[in-house]
């Protein structure tokens, strides 16, 4: 086994774009779940549009790439209120149906043949994304320190993605120490004394929900550009659930804690399948036992594991505090 192609290939993706991708994404559903104490189990489904609204703007009608953003962005808002206008006066129960069951419905919806013509249906848009690589400053080549290598329109996706986290960081901070994060941390841990003390619950609870909803537009945006395809089926269910993981590993209502759950995360699987690839080629694992078309999921049994022993032995993640677990009983 060679264990410095294990180690290059973890580095690789747990710092690449993929992972970027996804800090985002975690980071709006960190807003919703770890600060607010909404149950959103459909933010996927915020991907999907912002993905598809960048997508459909420049493939399907010839539009500006800057116009493809704006329609991404808008429809994460757009969104953000068909969901939360009906339900966020209700218990936290009701959001939590309503965004699994909206996820999975915009799936269906935009792989269907009647939305076809705009969308693509099961086969997606593809090539879009031209003007974002035309400003790549980067010149061709690869860069790299060690075999921990990228290629410039790898780097340069990278080098937006990780800014965008840097950046949505720096403003979630700012946002969550102000009387503003204040008060949504107020209805996290009681929402009945939030509103004795006179604030609008529901006012508050909506603006969480369209903030951490644009966020994770712009993560479907990236992932739309770092591949240059729109698919419906790479926005199923489980991207939700992985989002959560990423918030149990690195700590929820924690700013860096989706990061570094992101980053961990990505490390780990990644690791974990070169491993046992290298490890079955070398005959350390009988083939009998796992074959390699059986690696993708005992990698993910094997996160699965780790992920229970992490919240046996300390439920608030790795960066987190016990009590951001907790919600209330509403």
């Known amino acids: 086994m060679d264990f410095q192609v294990i180690l290059s290939d973890a580095l690789r993706s747990g710092i690449g774009p993929i992972a970027a991708v996804f800090a985002l994404a975690a980071m709006g559903l960190n807003l919703h779940f770890g600060y607010t104490g909404l149950l959103n189990f459909g933010q996927v489904g915020f991907m999907l549009v912002g993905g598809y609204g960048l997508a459909v703007t420049v493939a399907t009608w010839g539009g500006p790439m800057w116009l493809g953003v704006l329609a991404g962005l808008g429809s994460a808002i757009v969104l953000a209120l068909l969901l939360g206008l009906p339900t966020l006066r209700l218990r936290a129960d009701y959001l939590a149906i309503t965004t699994i069951a909206a996820g999975e419905t915009l799936r269906l919806f935009y792989r269907s043949s009647w939305a076809e013509p705009v969308t693509g249906g099961v086969f997606g848009l593809q090539r879009f994304a031209g003007d974002f690589y035309d400003l790549n400053p980067i010149p061709r080549g690869t860069y790299g320190v060690w075999r921990v290598e990228f290629g410039a329109r790898d780097l340069w996706v990278m080098t937006v993605g990780w800014a ?79 989002l959560y993981t990423l918030l149990v590993l690195g700590g929820a209502g924690r700013i860096l804690g989706p990061i570094v759950g992101s980053v961990l995360f990505w490390f780990l699987l990644t690791f974990l399948d070169s491993a046992l690839r290298q490890a079955i080629g070398a005959g350390y694992i009988s083939s009998e036992l796992i074959s390699t078309s059986e690696v993708g999921a005992v990698r993910f049994a094997l996160v699965g594991v780790a992920l229970i022993l992490l919240i046996v032995f300390r439920p608030q993640g790795l960066l987190g505090s016990r009590k951001e677990m907790l919600l209330s009983g509403r």
């Open 164 to 242: 965008l986290v840097a950046l949505a960081g720096v403003l979630l901070a700012l946002l969550v120490h102000s009387p503003w994060g204040r008060v949504i941390r107020s209805v996290r841990e009681d929402e009945t004394a939030a509103r004795s003390l006179g604030k609008n619950v529901y006012a508050y609870k909506m603006q969480s929900l369209v903030l951490g909803g644009l966020l994770g537009g712009a993560a479907g945006m990236l992932q739309a550009i770092q591949v240059q395809s729109v698919n419906p089926d790479s926005f199923d269910p489980g991207v939700t659930f992985f």
